[in-house]
């Protein structure tokens, strides 16, 4: 399935890249949505992003601008987010559906904000705006400038292929498969503890050391105990003796 889908964008991008100019023609009327005022991005690297710009915009109707800055003066970022992306013409349909990326240095290092519009104010809940900026700063504090910015578009074409489907990324769909494993391993561990109960009421049979639970009842009576004697035999020999007659009388000791 996964093929499938990443066989459709690589179609999908060649004919954005080749068939449709007049795309490109219109959103650079309005403001190209990758500027690179910091000189942090390769061409390349921009115009790899800007296929996946074109390719949300094509598909889903939605904005998404990347914006890099070497300073932005003394203006608070999100002010200045908001105002670029409302300045430029961003944004699609009535309620300029969109969301903008402002990386911008600072005296401590690399920081970045945020600008959501439309659409995008419902679909960045607090756990998708959580993990889009965990995310972010992850491939900012590596000085990896285009890594955040992917990341920046990926998770944004999730959101949107979820908003597509009627769903959103929250709680339940960020932990789901931690979740979807625990239920299980819970399940588990209850009908094990069921049948291990189940199986110790049906466990009745003892050993038995008298023969009183083999015996039918009142089967044997024992109403007189006697001895009785029945014969006795005694057996005789005549004992062998010598005839007096001619014995001499024991030797005595002698004295010298």
Do not use: H
Not at 5 to 15: D, R
Not at 45 to 64: C, E, G, H, P
Not at 101 to 109: H, N, V, W, Y
Not at 143 to 153: P, T, V
């Amino acid at each position: 399935m996964k093929t499938k889908f990443l066989f459709f964008v690589m179609i999908l991008l060649f004919f954005l890249s080749v068939f449709a100019p007049a795309f490109a023609q219109d959103a650079e009327t309005e403001g190209p949505r990758v500027t690179d005022n910091a000189g942090l991005l390769s061409a390349g690297q921009k115009a790899y992003l800007a296929q996946r710009i074109d390719f949300a915009a094509v598909t889903y109707n939605f904005d998404l601008v990347i914006v890099t800055e070497n300073s932005i003066d003394s203006f608070e970022p999100g002010v200045w987010a908001d105002n670029f992306f409302d300045n430029n013409g961003y944004g699609f349909g009535p309620d300029r559906d969109g969301c903008l990326l402002l990386l911008f240095e600072t005296d401590e290092g690399w920081d970045f904000q945020f600008s959501d519009s439309g659409r995008g104010i419902k679909i960045l809940n607090d756990t998708a705006f959580n993990k889009m900026e965990a995310d972010v700063e992850k491939y900012l504090n590596a000085n990896d400038f285009s890594g955040a910015c992917d990341k920046f578009l990926l998770n944004w074409l999730n959101y949107l292929e979820l908003e597509a489907k009627g769903r959103n990324y929250n709680f339940f769909y960020q932990w789901n498969t931690i979740l979807v494993t625990l239920s299980w391993i819970l399940a588990l561990l209850i009908g094990g503890a069921v049948v291990m109960i189940w199986k110790s009421k049906m466990n009745t049979a003892l050993a038995k050391t008298q023969a009183d639970a083999y015996v039918v009842p009142n089967s044997l009576s024992y109403k007189v105990k006697t001895d009785s004697f029945l014969f006795s035999r005694v057996t005789k020999t005549r004992r062998q003796t010598k005839s007096s007659t001619g014995s001499s009388s024991p030797a005595r000791s002698r004295r010298r």
